[in-house]
C-alpha cells in the first residue's frame, strides 16, 4: 500500500493513495497521522491495507484526486533521522578526487550520521538557501521507516521491521562540509533539511524488486530538465538497508517513525550517470584535473523519481526548485 500526509498542522493528515497515485482517501478512523499508525502498526496495518485494496478495487466512490503537491513529507516531522552511505562507488570518488586511500575498514563498517528531523520538506517544497557560495548540492537517496528496533537487532532480523519506503533529496552544501568534518563533530550546518518523496510504499507494493533488503530499481535525477543519472539502487549497496539498521541499533533502539537513509545511490558504470552533483564535479576533477559542473543556483529545479517496469512512478516525484533569500 501507498501512504501519504497531507499538509494539515505540524504531522500533516495521513491519508491512504491508490496504486496508480491518481486517487486518495483519509482514514481518520484508523489514525490521524502516519507516526499515529507507526506506533500502533501491528493494529493500523491491516486495517490501512484493507482501505488500500477496496481503493485499488474502484470500490471507493468518495476517494479523492491526489495531488503530490498538498503532500507534506510522509513524517513531516520524525523522532530520528540518520544517514548511512551504504555505496562504496560514492566514497571512493570522494577520496579519489582528493588524493586519498579508501580506508578498509569503509568496506566493513558502515558510515553514518545523525540528521536533522524537526523538520522535513515535501516533494514539492523550496529548497531555501541563504548564500549560492555555500555549495548547494541533491543527494538522491532511499530510505526506510522502521516500526521499534531493540538494541542489539541482528542484521538478519533488522529486515522485518522496515514498514515502509520513500525517495530522499538529502540536500547538502557542500563548501560548508570541510569545515564541518575538521572539527571532527560530524555534519550539522552543511545539511539542511531534507525532502521526501509525496508517499512512503510498503515492501510488499515492490513486486519483486525488494529482494535482500535493497530495492533494484534505477533511482532517476534532473537538473533543470538534464539527466544526471538512473544508478541501480540494488545492485552496488555494500550495506543493506537491514545491515543500515542493525549497525545503528549496536548500542541503541530505535522508536517507530525512525527513518534510515541510504546514502547517495551510486554505480560504477558511469553510463548510468550520478544522484548528486558532487560526484558528477568529482568524475571531471579526476577525468579532466578540474570540476566544471556547478552546484545548484537560484531558480534551478530538481527532480528525482523512480519508475516500475512499466514507466509508472512508484513513489511519486520529488521536483523542488531552489530558492535564495535574504540574510
Same mark, same amino acid.
Given at each position: 500500500?501507498?501512504?501519504?500526509?497531507?499538509?494539515?498542522?505540524?504531522?500533516?493528515?495521513?491519508?491512504?493513495?491508490?496504486?496508480?497515485?491518481?486517487?486518495?482517501?483519509?482514514?481518520?478512523?484508523?489514525?490521524?497521522?502516519?507516526?499515529?499508525?507507526?506506533?500502533?502498526?501491528?493494529?493500523?496495518?491491516?486495517?490501512?491495507?484493507?482501505?488500500?485494496?477496496?481503493?485499488?478495487?474502484?470500490?471507493?466512490?468518495?476517494?479523492?484526486?491526489?495531488?503530490?503537491?498538498?503532500?507534506?513529507?510522509?513524517?513531516?516531522?520524525?523522532?530520528?533521522?540518520?544517514?548511512?552511505?551504504?555505496?562504496?562507488?560514492?566514497?571512493?570518488?570522494?577520496?579519489?578526487?582528493?588524493?586519498?586511500?579508501?580506508?578498509?575498514?569503509?568496506?566493513?563498517?558502515?558510515?553514518?550520521?545523525?540528521?536533522?528531523?524537526?523538520?522535513?520538506?515535501?516533494?514539492?517544497?523550496?529548497?531555501?538557501?541563504?548564500?549560492?557560495?555555500?555549495?548547494?548540492?541533491?543527494?538522491?537517496?532511499?530510505?526506510?521507516?522502521?516500526?521499534?528496533?531493540?538494541?542489539?537487532?541482528?542484521?538478519?532480523?533488522?529486515?522485518? !521491521?522496515?514498514? #515502509?519506503?520513500?525517495? =530522499? &533529496? *538529502?540536500?547538502? /552544501?557542500?563548501?560548508?562540509?570541510?569545515? $564541518?568534518?575538521?572539527?571532527?563533530?560530524?555534519?550539522?550546518?552543511?545539511?539542511?533539511?531534507?525532502?521526501?518523496?509525496?508517499?512512503?510504499?510498503?515492501?510488499?507494493?515492490?513486486?519483486?524488486?525488494?529482494?535482500?533488503?535493497?530495492? !533494484?530499481?534505477? #533511482?532517476?535525477?534532473? =537538473? &533543470? *530538465?538534464?539527466? /544526471?543519472?538512473?544508478?541501480?539502487?540494488? $545492485?552496488?549497496?555494500?550495506?543493506?538497508?537491514?545491515?543500515?539498521?542493525?549497525?545503528?541499533?549496536?548500542?541503541?533502539?530505535?522508536?517507530?517513525?525512525?527513518?534510515?537513509?541510504?546514502?547517495?545511490?551510486?554505480?560504477?558504470?558511469?553510463?548510468?550517470?550520478?544522484?548528486?552533483?558532487?560526484?558528477?564535479?568529482?568524475?571531471?576533477?579526476?577525468?579532466?584535473?578540474?570540476?566544471?559542473?556547478?552546484?545548484?543556483?537560484?531558480?534551478?529545479?530538481?527532480?528525482?523519481?523512480?519508475?516500475?517496469?512499466?514507466?509508472?512512478?512508484?513513489?511519486?516525484?520529488?521536483?523542488?526548485?531552489?530558492?535564495?533569500?535574504?540574510?
Amino acid at each position: 500500500m501507498k501512504l501519504a500526509s497531507l499538509k494539515h498542522g505540524r504531522d500533516g493528515r495521513l491519508v491512504v493513495v491508490s496504486r496508480d497515485l491518481s486517487h486518495y482517501v483519509a482514514v481518520p478512523e484508523i489514525a490521524a497521522t502516519l507516526q499515529q499508525a507507526l506506533d500502533d502498526w501491528a493494529t493500523s496495518e491491516p486495517r490501512l491495507k484493507a482501505v488500500s485494496d477496496r481503493l485499488n478495487s474502484g470500490a471507493i466512490a468518495d476517494a479523492q484526486p491526489f495531488d503530490p503537491a498538498a503532500c507534506a513529507a510522509p513524517l513531516p516531522r520524525a523522532y530520528q533521522w540518520v544517514d548511512g552511505s551504504a555505496y562504496l562507488n560514492h566514497v571512493e570518488l570522494v577520496r579519489k578526487a582528493r588524493g586519498a586511500e579508501m580506508p578498509p575498514s569503509f568496506y566493513t563498517d558502515p558510515l553514518m550520521y545523525q540528521g536533522g528531523s524537526d523538520e522535513m520538506l515535501g516533494a514539492r517544497d523550496p529548497i531555501v538557501i541563504r548564500d549560492e557560495a555555500w555549495g548547494t548540492d541533491l543527494e538522491a537517496e532511499l530510505a526506510v521507516i522502521t516500526d521499534d528496533v531493540a538494541v542489539g537487532t541482528s542484521a538478519a532480523e533488522a529486515g522485518r !521491521h522496515i514498514k #515502509l519506503l520513500m525517495l =530522499v &533529496n *538529502d540536500v547538502s /552544501l557542500r563548501n560548508l562540509i570541510p569545515n $564541518e568534518l575538521a572539527k571532527g563533530f560530524g555534519f550539522v550546518l552543511s545539511k539542511p533539511a531534507s525532502a521526501f518523496s509525496p508517499v512512503a510504499v510498503t515492501p510488499d507494493e515492490l513486486e519483486g524488486h525488494w529482494r535482500d533488503d535493497r530495492l !533494484h530499481l534505477p #533511482l532517476r535525477t534532473w =537538473v &533543470n *530538465d538534464r539527466w /544526471l543519472g538512473e544508478p541501480n539502487a540494488g $545492485e552496488e549497496m555494500q550495506f543493506s538497508h537491514a545491515d543500515l539498521i542493525a549497525h545503528l541499533a549496536r548500542t541503541r533502539g530505535l522508536v517507530a517513525g525512525s527513518i534510515v537513509g541510504s546514502g547517495t545511490v551510486s554505480n560504477r558504470d558511469r553510463t548510468r550517470g550520478s544522484c548528486c552533483l558532487a560526484e558528477v564535479r568529482m568524475i571531471e576533477t579526476i577525468e579532466q584535473g578540474a570540476a566544471k559542473t556547478p552546484f545548484l543556483k537560484a531558480g534551478d529545479r530538481v527532480r528525482i523519481d523512480m519508475l516500475d517496469l512499466e514507466g509508472r512512478s512508484i513513489f511519486g516525484s520529488i521536483e523542488q526548485t531552489v530558492q535564495l533569500v535574504a540574510g
